[in-house]
């Protein structure tokens, strides 16, 4: 078969919330797949493939109750669905994988047009938990009192042991996405800063070593992307932005498993995976313009540098600490403010290469005067739109030592 | 009562050492009734571990084919494959792998604040997910030796802490 090429034809986020009492998952993913629709100027009848991630599902009395993922969505939907993949879930990174997915069916020529669609309102937990999603009752660490925080906490101490990587580390990193955020008027946490690494610092201990202001927040919200053509993506109204490639690689079950460094970093430790995607892509590490990590946890970002290949192994601290995130700096990192800014709804879903395919469009809201014209000052801590983005890289790894997917988008 | 949680030592430290809300504490005077931590749930595949605990034996999949040991429970061996395995029983020994002291509770109705979440590294290989008991908080360290605790939950469960070998 001739493989077609394929573009990102429309996204859409809608308010970012916490605690959004009585609303569905399901209602703020129709919100945002609405939105993105109208962004690409296509019809919901364009819609043949759909990769949906929704919890909260109502309960209508429809057919399979309880179950999100499958014959329900044309009832609702009003249209015949002709290629499903429900929660596109490799590594916990339900975000990239999803694209690629799409991009694959595009490419092969199933469907000509797909909807990535992520709803999620079950956030605000009751008395004290914390988020339903951060612990699960399996038998072997239930009773452990283990949730995700602790998790991440105990790969980010076993790289300190290996490395000697510093909780300042962490929280340059945490500052430098954060302030991001500060920057953002449609971040959760906008206008809360900005932040010093010692404001990270100071913050109260999770577990150790990551503070609060290491840790993503938790919170409600819908988000949408469409994939079409490049064919029919020049034909629409908003810049083109080409899927160029990307990688998936499952590694181990978070959670279920104990966080172990080996599970990537050790003996397995290889970036062949992420070499192969690059390659299929036809671009390098030098080419990429803006970077969207998955920042669940400031001392994740750190190890997704070397897992990746952006630095060797055990220097992510050093890197990370070298203001390569920054505006001005090399790899401009989680420039909407990320997960512990803008907003994190629980999974490594589509946030993350949606903020790539805006930085690509340089349609980043921020306080610059100009923004909604594309005029920006660049200008650190006053601006977060990367200057003249070509290539972008969207990441979204979940597992706290390892795993997950990436796309390469590029500016048409 | 089980032995994490000391008389000699200070409260703060008994906090520390005994996150877990056992029966005979939630009996004491001293400490408002509370839940118990979350009671595990077996299937028929994974009962021989627990029956395990029961007896003061940590037991540990062994492949009967290429004796390698695996952790968590697998149908079949990830070296070779082989389905033919055993409950063996560990010597409940290793090394601290990781740790963090955990100050924000997954649950404050289950789990009191400060309180240890580990990985230990058996001493036959495989690591499992675990807390640190018995110790105090400043003496923590990556690559300390544990050995297993038992920690009855009810008659039907026992968990299996660590805590630094030879105390």
């Known amino acids: 078969m001739d493989l077609r090429e394929v573009a990102v034809v429309g996204v859409a986020t809608t308010e970012q919330v916490r605690g959004s009492a009585g609303r569905y998952g399901l209602s703020y993913g129709l919100e945002a797949l609405k939105a993105a629709l109208a962004d690409a100027g296509l019809e919901k009848s364009d819609i043949q493939g759909l990769y949906p991630m929704i919890d909260q599902w109502p309960q209508t009395g429809s057919a399979n109750p309880g179950n999100y993922l499958h014959s329900n969505w044309p009832a609702q939907l009003g249209i015949p669905i002709r290629w499903f993949t429900g929660a596109v879930n490799s590594g916990a990174g339900t975000g990239a ?10 490419a092969a020529g199933y469907i000509d047009t797909a909807a990535i669609v992520l709803g999620m309102a079950a956030s605000k937990p009751a008395d004290g938990r914390t988020a339903s999603w951060t612990s699960q009752a399996i038998q072997w660490n239930e009773w452990t009192g283990t949730y995700t ?15 000697g990587t510093a909780p300042e580390h962490f929280a340059q990193v945490s500052a430098t996405i954060r302030n991001y955020g500060h ?10 800063g900005p932040y010093s690494v010692q404001d990270i610092l100071d913050a109260p201990m999770v577990a150790d070593p990551l503070t609060r202001l290491m840790c993503a927040q938790v919170n409600d919200g819908g988000a949408a992307m469409i994939l079409s053509t490049l064919e029919r993506a020049r034909d629409l109204r908003k810049p083109v932005v080409r899927v160029l490639g990307g990688a998936d690689q499952l590694s181990y079950p978070a959670y279920a498993e104990p966080p172990l460094l080996e599970h990537a970093l050790g003996e397995a430790f290889s970036t062949r995976w992420v070499d192969e995607g690059f390659a299929m892509a036809g ?5 990429v313009d803006v970077v969207e990590l998955y920042d669940g946890f400031a001392s994740w970002i750190v190890m997704q540098w070397e897992l990746l290949g952006f630095c060797a192994r055990g220097e ?10 920054e505006l001005d700096g090399r790899y401009p990192t989680c420039t909407d403010g990320g997960c512990e800014s803008f907003s994190h709804m629980g999974a490594p879903a589509l946030l993350r290469p949606l903020e790539a395919v805006r930085q690509l469009r340089v349609e980043s809201p921020d306080p610059c005067p100009g923004w909604e014209q594309g005029k920006h000052s660049h200008e650190p801590g006053k601006c977060r739109q990367v200057r003249d983005p ?9 597992p706290p030592t390892g795993g997950g997917n990436f796309v390469l988008l590029a500016r048409d | 009562m089980q032995s994490s949680c000391r008389v000699t030592r200070s409260r703060v430290c008994c906090k520390a050492l005994s996150p877990l809300p056992y029966e005979l504490r939630m009996a004491s005077a001293a400490d408002p009734p509370r839940q118990h931590r979350p009671r595990p749930v077996p299937t028929e ?8 605990t029961r007896v003061g034996e940590l037991r540990v999949q062994r492949c009967l084919d290429c004796a390698h040991w695996r952790w968590t429970p697998q149908l079949a061996c990830p070296k070779c494959w082989s389905e033919r395995y055993e409950w063996a029983r560990s010597s409940g020994r290793g090394e601290l792998y990781s740790f963090t002291v955990v100050r924000r509770s997954v649950d404050p109705d289950r789990f009191e604040v400060p309180y240890v979440l580990a990985v230990v590294r058996l001493d036959e290989g495989p690591h499992m997910l675990t807390n640190l008991v018995e110790c105090e908080l400043a003496d923590i360290e990556v690559g300390m030796r544990v050995a297993v605790r ?3 939950i009810d008659d039907d469960f026992h968990v299996y802490p660590f805590a630094p070998e030879g105390g």
């Open chain 1, 97 to 106: 994988s999803a694209i690629l997915d799409a991009a694959a069916a595009i």
């Open chain 1, 149 to 163: 925080a602790a998790q991440f906490a105990l790969a980010a101490r076993r790289h300190m042991h290996e490395f």
């Open chain 1, 183 to 192: 920057l953002n008027p449609g971040a959760l946490m906008h206008g809360r």
């Open chain 1, 283 to 287: 671009v390098t590490r030098d080419d």
């Open chain 1, 316 to 325: 992510g601290g050093p890197f990370v600490a070298s203001g390569v995130m």
């Open chain 1, 390 to 398: 070509r290539v972008a890289l969207g990441v979204s790894m979940g």
């Open chain 2, 45 to 52: 595949f994974s009962e021989p571990f627990w029956e395990g």
């Open chain 2, 150 to 152: 038992f920690e009855r």
